[in-house]
């Protein structure tokens, strides 16, 4: 309804048909002068309402209806509507009437398109209505829920979202967020997409990182257009919820996650990760360059076909797989470039059933340990062959080990050698050989006695 454009003392029908409303109504015209106080209005305050139009407003509020309002905050809210000509959505006050009793009730101002006149509406607060019902249901959301019009003033404000920027709702209500001294340069996205509802009539919807007091804040809005009687958009209703924290760990965890890549890639071992549901491979730097394997090229074939041609060594590198038996095992894999690669491996399953698989070059330590087998074959042939007698010593003077030459001078077999002292004394004269000794690398547990005949 909107019967005043500009109320005159002429009234009209249109404001005498508010008499026919069961809720207390006044109009408010130029210079803050009472228009209109309709019937309803004058049984609740008990005024007699041809007393006082063309009276002053604020003193017909300040006397008659705020020292019956009980809530203080609620009685500052209604005085800077009036006095400020600012519309003030519906407000759940406490009225005390002459008898003591109380009601409660729902207090509104509308300003006219004009800017000069407004409307402003008492009506019960009824117990289990719709108002009251999504009053309770907008005041216990998680969400912030703001409602502001075409100039970017709060309509309705959020009461945690107030308190937040250490303010009451009815002291935010009217005004933009420059005149509530905050600055734009951290809210601005924010009011970039409600002015975009305003020029587009749709909603939108996105994240919205913004200043709020001293910090950075994420938010997750949805701004809904609000058409007036005229279909255009008269008020946008905005819904956002904090999402700082959830930003925050996201960070985190995407931190986390480039900080384990790097990791994976720099060690100098080869990792595969293979993922059973969505059917996909992640390799890390160490086994694209020692297979030479891709993600694409593994994704496109049988990597198990690729790696181990032959089947029955596929079938028992699967078992070993699908064992995840503790321990390393040493296996052959096939290149991409056709070569083998002799490598060690274990597995580990996660709880999402993901495959891990960790392996090590062991190229290098085979060709160690053949290298060693080799040299141990050569001197142990040297040692076989050798034409002087050679037997490693203990310190208490028996025989741990000899060559055949030494057996041979001595006449003694393999085993039986062993259990004999070492004639090794300087003492003994008569003994027709001599015999040279050193150490071995191990000082005080053995050594080697060289072994010849005298000429």
């Known amino acids: 309804m909107t019967p005043f454009s500009g109320a005159s003392a002429e009234l009209g029908p ?47 509020v300040s006397r008659f209806l705020l020292p ?20 003030l959505p519906d407000l759940a006050c406490t009225l005390r009437t002459l008898d003591g009793n109380e009601r409660r009730i729902w207090y509104s101002g509308r300003v006219g398109e004009d800017g000069c006149t407004q409307l402003v509406r008492l009506r019960d607060l009824r117990p289990g209505g719709e108002e009251e019902m999504l009053a309770t249901i907008l005041s216990h959301l998680p969400e912030t829920v703001n409602i502001l019009d ?34 734009m340069e951290g809210a601005g996205p924010y009011f970039e997409k409600v002015r975009e509802v305003f020029a587009t009539g749709r909603p939108v919807r996105g994240e919205v990182r913004h200043t709020v007091v001293r910090d950075f804040e994420y938010s997750e809005c949805i701004s809904v257009p609000i058409p007036g009687p005229s279909g255009r958009v008269e008020r946008v209703l905005t819904v956002s919820r904090d999402i700082t924290d959830r930003k925050r760990a996201e960070r985190e965890l995407a931190h986390g996650h480039e900080l384990l890549q790097k990791i994976v890639d720099a060690i100098p071992v080869m990792i595969t990760i293979y993922d059973p549901n969505l ?29 181990y041609p032959d089947p029955e060594c596929r079938e028992m590198v699967g078992r070993f797989m699908q064992s995840l038996e503790p321990g390393w095992r040493d296996l052959v894999l096939q290149a991409k470039d056709g070569s083998r690669v002799e490598s060690s491996w274990a597995n580990i399953r996660l709880s999402d059933d993901t495959q891990v698989s960790i392996g090590i070059d062991i190229r290098e330590r085979k060709a160690a340990e053949r290298a060693l087998r080799e040299s141990e074959e050569w001197f142990r042939g040297i040692y076989e062959r ?58 005080g547990r053995s050594r080697v006695t060289g072994w010849r005949t005298a000429t």
Not at 68 to 87: K, P, Q, T
Not at 154 to 171: I, N, S, T
Not at 282 to 299: K, M, P, V, Y
């Open 150 to 183: 075409r100039d970017l003033r709060y309509v309705y404000v959020d009461r945690e979202f107030a308190h937040k920027l250490g303010r009451e709702p009815h002291e935010m209500v009217g005004k933009t967020w420059e005149e509530l001294g905050f600055s």
């Open 386 to 443: 050798a034409g002087i007698g050679i037997a490693l010593v203990g310190l208490d003077g028996y025989i741990i080990d000899s060559n055949p030459a030494f057996q041979e001078m001595l006449g003694y077999g393999g085993r039986s050698s062993r259990a004999c002292i070492l004639p090794i004394s300087p003492t003994l004269k008569t003994c027709r050989r001599t015999w040279r000794s050193r150490r071995l690398s191990s000082p």
């Open 279 to 307: 059917k996909t491979f992640r390799f890390n730097h160490a086994l694209r360059e020692i297979l030479g394997w891709t993600e694409e090229g593994a994704s496109s074939g049988d990597l198990m076909a690729l790696c």
């Open 68 to 87: 019956r309002i009980v809530e203080e905050e609620c009685r500052r809210a209604i005085a800077a509507s009036l006095r400020d000509r600012a519309e």
């Open 14 to 60: 249109a404001p005498r048909m508010l008499d026919l409303l069961d809720e207390g109504v006044f109009l408010v015209g130029p210079e803050n002068r009472i228009v209109w106080i309709n019937r309803a209005l004058q049984h609740c305050l008990e005024v007699d309402r041809d007393a006082f139009p063309g009276s002053d407003a604020g003193e017909f």
